[in-house]
């Protein structure tokens, strides 16, 4: 999902800053109300199937279908090894191991097929390279989930669009293009075209976001707090704390929005 504090990572401080996963439950605005909604979906059915989750970060809501319907499998895949390793902590604490995986690796590169499948901010897998700046590839991302589900699948996708019409000061700390994303009516028309129905279409609150972006920002005031004002570091810490806070509140809020569509797929 493109969010300024997504990609402002301070990798010359990373390992003194705390993780997304230190404040946040979900690496999506997602409300405790919209994902048990999300879980509900999934789970109706499932029986022993299979529910993959791509780009499943530290796959919490995965791991929440996969408690729901007790006698099913789930499996998900992401890149950032340091999600993954808490994921797995996340498993073993709820009692899930034999029943969840999760694996560090590119989800484009799977071939399981699966009877469910979770998609939440990362439709980029199939698309270009992001630092290309290129808009989402809705197309390619769906084309690729209706490939491996059989048809009555449900399916959850969840990703960026415009919630209104962007402005130079949204795009900015983003791709910088205004075609980056789609409203959510084309996003809907993109997965009915690639064989599948919503059976609900629905968005992320101001409210949702504004947790999500405090979420993610409270590593720079923990870090700040933590470190003596005059740390070498410090100055560096204050202006991403401040760059984030400038794309969100002055820029995408309000603009930059969030969809869930459950679909099943035919």
């Not at 800053?17 to 059915?45: C, I, M, N, W, Y």
């Not at 590119?106 to 897998?125: P, T």
């Not at 009915?192 to 005031?221: I, K, R």
Request: aromatic share 8%; net charge negative.
């Amino acid at each position: 999902m493109p969010a300024s504090g997504w990609t402002d990572t301070l990798s010359w401080v990373s390992p003194l800053l705390s993780k997304p996963f230190d404040d946040l439950t979900f690496l999506s605005p997602l409300s405790e109300q919209r994902a048990g909604r999300l879980v509900t979906f999934l789970a109706h059915g499932l029986g022993d199937g299979l529910v993959l989750d791509v780009g499943c970060g530290w796959a919490e809501l995965l791991l929440r279908v996969v408690a729901a319907a007790p006698s099913c499998r789930g499996i998900g895949v992401d890149t950032d090894e340091a999600a993954i390793t808490h994921g797995r902590g996340l498993v073993d604490q709820r009692g899930l191991a034999g029943r969840a995986t999760l694996v560090h690796g590119e989800a484009k590169d799977l071939s399981q097929r699966a009877d469910a499948l979770l998609c939440v901010g990362a439709s980029q897998i199939w698309g270009p390279p992001v630092e290309d700046c290129q808009p989402l590839d809705y197309a390619a991302a769906l084309a690729a989930i209706r490939g491996t589900v059989p048809r009555g699948a449900r399916v959850v996708y969840g990703e960026s669009i415009w919630s209104r019409p962007p402005t130079t000061a949204a795009v900015s700390p983003l791709a910088g293009r205004f075609d980056e994303l789609v409203p959510l009516p084309e996003l809907v028309e993109f997965a009915v075209a690639h064989s599948f129905m919503p059976m609900a279409v629905h968005q992320a609150s101001t409210d949702e976001w504004d947790t999500f972006e405090s979420g993610y920002g409270a590593c720079y005031a923990r870090w700040l707090a933590e470190h003596d004002p005059n740390h070498p570091d410090a100055e560096s810490v204050r202006a991403s704390a401040a760059r984030q806070r400038k794309a969100y509140l002055s820029g995408y809020r309000g603009i930059l929005g969030m969809a869930y569509l459950e679909l099943v797929a035919v």
